[in-house]
């Protein structure tokens, strides 16, 4: 939901609250000091600015009330006329420049939001952001949706803020995990875009209950059996002192040596993984999914059976004992085969 406000609006309100916070702060002597009353002219001089830059056509009449109001000012600011003329026509000069720095500024902050976006993978939506932030609008969401498989669908929910200087920031998105045919209840929780480095990728791997790394020396998992007030699943962290040593696992399973690199990095993801394990001496494909919670990573087959390490380490020894057996049988063949034709011989 929008919260639409033009810039003039906007600036009114923020230059009202801060006559308010002024007022409550400080005695009617220092509110009516020249210097104090000087700064107070530039905040007006900054606000017609920002006005000046915005895309959206403002309310003439309006805006000449604010310029009329900062006049006011400036008369008790300046009370020499000649001061007072000379410093309009400085202002006047000078307004092309702050109104250049206004539009940089805007510019800046949608280049920011836009980053942002990116970095959660997000980027394509910027567009529909972006008009938004042109109308004005200090606080609203945008709703995104789309099918993850055949059976799955994510809907997130992108909020965004203005802060008291007017810059807009992407603050969170809220993603929830549907399933389409309604057997697995639906899953959600709120990713924090300023402290978190979690894109949709890793959100939907989150919300499917796998872990994520952090990059930062955690591992992370959502706690199905606990929610916050809002509804949010907590947020299970296992550090680097809880023992979870992926690469040792790695090393410990039967892969190929070829697929390690790639694997840790999409665990690391929160990916599931299908790989290829030698097992009774055939090469079979396996999904695996890191465990940092049981500091495994877990074997299931095609069917979504899970093996235990503990049966992987017996089939294969399985292996390696019917391999001696089988290569024991020749020999002992090829001599009966020779006695029996010693005698023959004889």
């Given amino acids: 939901m929008a919260n639409t406000e033009s810039r003039l609006e906007q600036e009114n309100r923020k230059l009202r609250e801060m006559d308010e916070r002024y007022k409550a702060a400080y005695q009617k002597e220092t509110l009516e000091h020249p210097k104090f009353l000087k700064e107070r002219v530039r905040n007006?001089?900054?606000?017609?600015?920002?006005?000046?830059?915005s895309p959206i056509q403002e309310d003439k009449a309006g805006v000449r009330a604010l310029q009329l109001e900062r006049d006011q000012l400036a008369?008790?600011?300046?009370?020499?006329?000649?001061?007072?003329?000379?410093?309009k026509l400085v202002d006047v000069l000078s307004a092309g420049n702050r109104v250049a720095k206004a539009q940089q500024a805007t510019a800046d902050n949608a280049s920011s939001v836009h980053g942002s976006m990116e970095k959660v993978g997000l980027g394509d939506h910027f567009n529909k952001v972006q008009q938004q932030m042109k109308q004005g609008?200090?606080?609203?969401?945008?709703?995104?949706?789309?099918?993850?498989?055949?059976?799955?669908?994510?809907?997130?929910?992108?909020?965004?803020?203005?802060?008291?200087?007017?810059n807009?920031?992407?603050?969170n998105y809220k993603a929830t995990l549907f399933s389409e045919d309604g057997k697995i209840k639906p899953v959600q929780h709120t990713f924090d875009i300023q402290n978190s480095d979690f894109d949709t990728g890793k959100a939907y791997n989150l919300l499917s209950g796998r872990a994520v790394h952090n990059?930062?020396?955690?591992?992370?998992?959502?706690?199905?059996?606990?929610?916050?007030?809002?509804?949010?699943?907590?947020?299970?962290n296992f550090l680097t002192g809880y023992g979870f040593d992926l690469e040792k696992v790695l090393v410990e399973l039967p892969l190929k040596e070829t697929e390690h690199k790639t694997i840790f990095q999409k665990f690391m993801n929160g990916e599931k993984v299908e790989a290829t394990l030698l097992i009774n001496n055939k090469e079979t494909s396996y999904v695996l999914v890191a465990d940092p919670q049981k500091k495994e990573v877990g074997v299931y087959n095609q069917l979504g059976r899970k093996f235990t390490q503990d049966e992987l380490k017996g089939k294969?020894?399985?292996?390696?004992?019917t391999a001696n057996v089988q290569q024991l049988i020749p020999k002992v063949k090829h001599i009966q085969d020779q006695r029996k034709g010693k005698s023959v011989k004889f």
């Fill in 215 to 236: 990059g930062a020396g955690s591992w992370q998992q959502l706690d199905f059996n606990d929610k916050d007030g809002a509804g949010n699943l907590r947020m299970k």
């Fill in 44 to 53: 007006y001089d900054e606000a017609l600015a920002r006005v000046a830059a």
């Fill in 316 to 321: 294969q020894s399985e292996t390696k004992s």
């Fill in 75 to 87: 008369r008790k600011a300046y009370p020499n006329l000649f001061i007072r003329l000379f410093k």
């Fill in 168 to 171: 807009c920031h992407f603050e």
């Fill in 137 to 166: 609008n200090g606080e609203f969401s945008l709703p995104v949706s789309y099918q993850v498989s055949e059976r799955e669908k994510m809907e997130l929910h992108l909020n965004f803020k203005r802060d008291e200087i007017g």
